[in-house]
C-alpha cells in the first residue's frame, strides 16, 4: 500500500488538526479585560515620563488647527458665510486623528506584541481592539476644547447634541472594521502601511474639512457633494458639524435630498465592519506563525 493511500488512516489517528488561538475567543469576560486592560496600559505608556504628559494630546490637534486657521482665514479668507469656522476646522481636526491614529496605531499592532502573541494564548482580535479603544481615550480628550471653544464663540447647547454618542458609534465602528482588515493584512502583506498612509492623506483632502460642503454644491453641483457624502467619515464629519456647531451646515439628509441617503454611508459602515470581522477570523489562527 502506498504512503498516499495511509495518509488518511495516519491523519484519523492522529485527529482533527490543531489551530491556534482564536479571534474571539471563548470567554467574552475575559476578551473584555484584556481589550480593557491593553488600551489603558497604551494610553498611559504613551504619555509616561513626559512632562505636560497629557496636555500634549490636546497641544497637537491645537497646534495644527492655528496653522491652518491663520492659512484660511488670513491668506484665503473662507470663513465669510460659514458659522464659528474656527471650532468648525477644529472638530473636523479632532475627528480626522482620531481615525488616522486609530487605523494607523493598528496596522503595526500585531507586530508589536509579537512577544506576547508567542507565549500567551489569548483571543488575538484584543490587539487591534485596544488600539481604538486607545484612540478612543484621545478622542474624548480632544472633544473638550471643542465644546469649550464652542461656547466661547457664542454657541449654545442644544437638543441635536445628543447626536453626538450615535454618529461617534458609526465613526468607531468604521475605524474598527479598518483595523481588523488592516492588522490582519499587514502580517502577511507589508505594503499594507505605505498604501494606507496614501489613502488616509487622500481622505483628508476629499473630505470637508478645510472647507464646507456648500462651496462643493456652489462650485461643482450637488452630485459631486453626495459622491463626498457617500464615504462614511464625510457623513460623520458633516452631521456633526450639523448638530454640534450650528444647523447652518447642512446635515448629510438634507444634501442626499431623503434621509434615506444615509441608508448609503451606514450600509458602508456595517459592510467594513463584517469584512473586517472575516479577514481578521481568518488570519487569527495563524497570526503567530506567519509573524
Not at 179 to 191: E, K, N, P
Request: with cysteine; proline share 7%.
Amino acid at each position: 500500500m502506498s504512503t498516499l493511500e495511509l495518509e488518511p488512516e495516519v491523519l484519523e489517528r492522529l485527529g482533527r488538526p490543531i489551530r491556534g488561538p482564536s479571534a474571539l475567543g471563548r470567554d467574552r469576560t475575559r476578551f473584555t479585560r484584556l481589550a480593557w486592560t491593553l488600551s489603558v496600559l497604551d494610553f498611559k505608556l504613551k504619555f509616561f515620563g513626559s512632562v505636560l504628559g497629557y496636555l500634549w494630546q490636546l497641544m497637537r490637534p491645537l497646534l495644527l488647527f492655528g496653522v491652518l486657521y491663520v492659512v484660511f482665514t488670513q491668506f484665503l479668507n473662507l470663513t465669510s458665510d460659514l458659522p464659528y469656522y474656527p471650532v468648525s476646522l477644529l472638530l473636523g481636526i479632532v475627528l480626522f486623528q482620531f481615525f488616522a491614529e486609530a487605523t494607523g496605531a493598528s496596522i503595526r499592532s500585531i507586530p508589536y506584541r509579537e512577544g506576547l502573541i508567542r507565549r500567551v494564548d489569548f483571543p488575538r482580535l484584543v490587539i487591534p481592539v485596544a488600539s481604538v479603544l486607545t484612540a478612543v481615550f484621545n478622542l474624548a480628550l480632544n472633544l473638550v476644547p471643542v465644546f469649550i471653544f464652542l461656547l466661547i464663540a457664542g454657541g449654545r447647547p442644544r437638543l441635536s447634541w445628543l447626536e453626538l454618542p450615535l454618529v461617534l458609534l458609526m465613526l468607531i465602528g468604521l475605524a474598527l472594521g479598518l483595523a481588523m482588515m488592516l492588522s490582519a493584512l499587514f502580517v502577511r502583506y507589508r505594503d499594507v502601511e505605505p498604501i494606507w498612509d496614501v489613502v488616509v492623506q487622500a481622505l483628508f483632502y476629499a473630505t470637508p474639512i478645510l472647507y464646507s460642503i456648500q462651496v462643493v454644491i456652489d462650485k461643482a453641483g450637488i452630485h459631486l457633494a453626495r459622491l463626498i457624502m457617500c464615504s462614511p467619515f464625510a457623513t460623520v464629519v458633516q452631521q456633526l458639524r450639523h448638530a454640534i456647531i450650528d444647523p447652518r451646515y447642512l446635515s448629510a439628509g438634507q444634501i442626499f435630498g431623503t434621509p434615506l441617503g444615509l441608508l448609503i454611508p451606514v450600509g458602508l459602515t456595517l459592510g467594513t465592519l463584517i469584512v473586517g470581522w472575516a479577514v481578521f477570523r481568518r488570519a487569527a489562527p495563524r497570526v503567530a506563525e506567519e509573524l
